[in-house]
């Protein structure tokens, strides 16, 4: 089991940068695969990006793609999303997931077993 503690959101200008933190707890960080998400005001909840377990394969959906990068720390349990030339459209509470020894992120919240509480991205125009 994993828990997930997001942290660096934020109120920034559009084309500010933000740099996201999700810190796990537990001794085997490195056993899960890892996505950001986020959920906008009255929309549902979707994917952002996806990184595996060693950091070798990253996914990210085309409205981010060029502009916001993940990565992973695994001697310290954090997981990070930089964003780049924010827009307004990227304001929503941003959460980290995890699941299990999965081979690749996926991209639907079914295939994640843990959640954090999220963190809260503004971008104002």
């Known amino acids: 089991q994993v828990q997930l503690v997001e942290s660096g959101g934020g109120l920034v200008q559009a084309g500010d940068s933000l740099r996201l933190s999700c810190a796990a707890s537990?001794?085997?960080?490195?056993?899960?695969?890892m996505g950001w998400f986020r959920q906008a005001p009255g929309k549902e909840r979707e994917f952002v990006a996806g990184?595996?377990?060693?950091?070798?394969?990253?996914y990210y959906t085309d409205s981010v793609k060029g502009r916001f990068t993940i990565s992973r720390d695994n001697a310290k349990n954090t997981v990070y999303l930089q964003m780049k030339s924010l827009k307004s459209e990227d304001t929503a509470i941003y959460y980290c997931a995890a699941v299990y020894r999965a081979v690749v992120p996926g991209r639907d919240i079914s295939g994640y077993d843990y959640w954090g509480q999220g963190t809260q991205v503004t971008v104002s125009s």
């Open positions: 990184i595996s377990r060693n950091g070798g394969t990253t």
């Open positions: 537990g001794r085997t960080f490195s056993m899960y695969t």
